[in-house]
């Protein structure tokens, strides 16, 4: 009777040595999945801020385009500049 007691605490310790080595292994795998998770987040911000960045760009450069855009139109119809493309003077500004 001792030796079944001894062989199923033997069972019983080998088990739990099992179970512990897979409670390493995950909990190695969990680090390192945290730890690519983190570099993963820290990709994402840095995107973020660029996307924020080159959409203020564009914005800029939307509102630079309108001011030539209006100018260019305020120049088409001046009179001066009329009367200086009758002459052969001054930039066609006619649209091609």
């Keep these: 009777m001792i030796e ?3 062989a199923k605490v ?3 310790e ?4 099992e ?3 897979w409670a390493l292994d995950t909990n190695a795998t969990l680090e390192q999945k945290g730890a690519e998770l983190a570099q993963c987040v820290e990709l994402l911000h840095r995107s973020e801020h ?4 080159q959409t203020a760009f564009v ?3 939307k509102v630079q385009i309108y001011h ?5 139109t305020m120049m088409k119809e001046s009179r001066w500049v009329k009367l200086g493309r009758r ?3 001054g930039p066609d500004l006619r649209d091609r």
């Design 4 to 6: 079944a007691y001894e």
């Design 10 to 12: 033997r069972e019983l």
């Design 14 to 17: 080998s088990r739990n040595e």
């Design 19 to 21: 179970k512990t080595r």
């Design 50 to 53: 660029t996307v924020a960045e």
């Design 59 to 61: 914005e800029k450069l």
């Design 68 to 72: 030539l855009e209006k100018q260019v």
């Design 87 to 89: 002459f052969g003077l």
